[in-house]
Nanobody, 115 residues
Framework: QVQLVESGGGFVQAGGSLRLSCAAS????????MGWYRQAPGKQRELVAS???????TYTDSVKGRFTISRGNAKNTVNLQMNSLKPEDTAVYYC?????????WGQGTQVTVSS
């Protein structure tokens, strides 16, 4: 059973930084794409950033230049460094990973940015 476990959310003032981490367990295979989505109250879940197994990255426009996604040194881990945080970044952040045709989600971690 594949599980994704996130860590690193919390409360920060505008302009601050947080680092999210996600580790996948329960498989001997390497994940293909891994990424982070977020969902704010009353809004749809949206892609924040993703990274392929080869290291290619994609970012939503609103976080370009502020967030950096990276694969961790450990197998099947992904990190999201979030700098210059804004109140509009407040949301539940979900780790996402794809293996073959299957998609996995973490339980979510709350990020709250105060103005």
């Amino acid at each position: 059973q594949v599980q994704l476990v996130e860590s690193g959310g919390g409360f920060v003032q505008a302009g601050g930084s947080l680092r999210l981490s996600c580790a996948a367990s329960g498989t001997i295979f390497s994940m293909n794409d891994m990424g982070w989505y977020r969902q704010a109250p009353g809004k749809q879940r949206e892609l924040v950033a993703s990274i392929t197994s080869g290291g290619s990255t994609t970012y939503t426009d609103s976080v370009k230049g502020r967030f950096t996604i990276s694969r961790g040194n450990a197998k099947n881990t992904v990190n999201l460094q979030m700098n210059s945080l804004k109140p509009e970044d407040t949301a539940v952040y979900y780790c996402n990973a794809n293996l073959a045709s299957l998609t996995y989600w973490g339980q979510g971690t709350q990020v709250t940015v105060s103005s």
